[in-house]
């Protein structure tokens, strides 16, 4: 990569789960200032703001929502650009990679990107109306899809094809909740048997409850800043070094293959490609595990494992504490929880805390690359990033 | 009462309208207005043809938490509709009375009420596949 460099100096996000005490604009105003703190910069030095989140209008009844978090972090008299970023699931994760692309291309020597989402004041069938909304509208949920059920005929696809088990999808739940059990920030804090996978209420089959990622309320918030004032802001930068977006058929019926995500492919090249790293290097990784089943896509498209090895390679442990690539040490979607706008944030955040090598008892030892990885839907968007800790 | 968000004046949500290219004679459905495969080349040169309602099924799974709508029909099966054509379609298998619906099962077409907007709203209707 040549030209301007992005890093991340400052990670915040508030604590995962039901927050009924508060209201959305509080969440995001809580990571942005922690996350601002983080970084050591001051409101004067911002200027760019991103926020990703993915149905405000539905959820709380509001849009135009950029303007008004930046007012709630003090700074409407900056008069700073705000753009509100959305992509489904993926954005936060796109929201990021505005936030890069307005470093690197010199329109900004700081950047704060925020992700938020306010789910659990609405009713669960208002919360199922915004994830619908994501796959679609016209030619799948209308005639009964739901994002769950597609998730479920993926599923299927996979286990006729690979050999893929149910145990399998159930590991993925099993690893994330023990690695949630670490995290202070995450929903659910207990780690889980197998047999609690198998014997929750059905979904859509072979997918349970424990195979889905909860609602929940959240915010996350980084600081981004360029090579020209990074020294500025002390010794706990994090390079982004690589960044990749890449979008498929919105309609999971118009794919040539169920069970791997073309977007993911691509925007994981070209990240790649970018950081000159090969995938062998990759030491921690937070994945889009909405579901049991995307858990095991993510690793197989990202090529952590061969096409259809993420099962197995799941319950060997290999994308577990101690394997070869660690994968949601957070705990992931399915864990730490999944408030939509704020995953691809929280992602990064959790990766900046292993490359600086302060994620506590939860550590990836020796961590040094770290990919981030954020879809939408049926994985119509995709978003991987590397990011690599500074000596 | 809302304005229907779903009209009825769009015909190919009720029939099995589909779209034909005319430089490279792909079907798709729902219908479009350029061929992924042709793009430029197939402006101005899509016809509409319509699918037989024939089709085998590609994939399905019984849903327990239904789409709005559909709660009273739970558990229903939902699958992907590979059509004789060639589109694949996203619809609810139904009528099968117990019996399993499987990947290679054959299907047909049926025209069926889907729902309405609220209680006073409009009635939608669309496609649904029963065993063939």
New interface residues.
Partial sequence: MTGRTAYVVGAAHTPFGEAWDKSYRHLMTDAGLAAIQDAGVQGEDIDEVFVGTMSTGKLVGQEHVASLLLDGAGLADQHLPATRIEAAGASGGLAFRQGVQAIRSGAADVVVVGGLEKMTDVSD?DQ??VT?SGIDQ?????????D???H??IA??HM?RYGTTREQLAAVAVKNHAHGARNPLAQFRRPITEETVLRA??????LGMFDCAPTSDGAACVVLCSDAVVDSYGGKAVQVSGSGQASDTL????RAD?TSWRATEHAARRAYQEAGVSVADVDVAEVHDAYTITELLAVEDLGFVKKGEGGPATVEGRTGDGGDVVVNPSGGLKARGHPVGATGIAQVCELTWHLRGTASDRQVKDARIGVAHNTGGTGATAVVHVLEGVQ | MTVPRFWREIPQRYNLQASKCGACDAIHYPPRTVCPECRRASIGNLEEVKLSGRGTVLESTRVHKAAPGYEAQVPYTLALIQTEEGPVITGQVVDHDGRAVSAGDDVRAVFRRLGEDGDAGVIYYGTKWVLA
């Fill in positions: 069938a199922a109306a619908a016209e030619w799948e949920h209308f005639f009964g899809a739901t769950a059920a597609l479920a005929l299927k696809r006729a209420p059905p979904v859509a089959e072979p309609s999971l019926s118009d169920l």
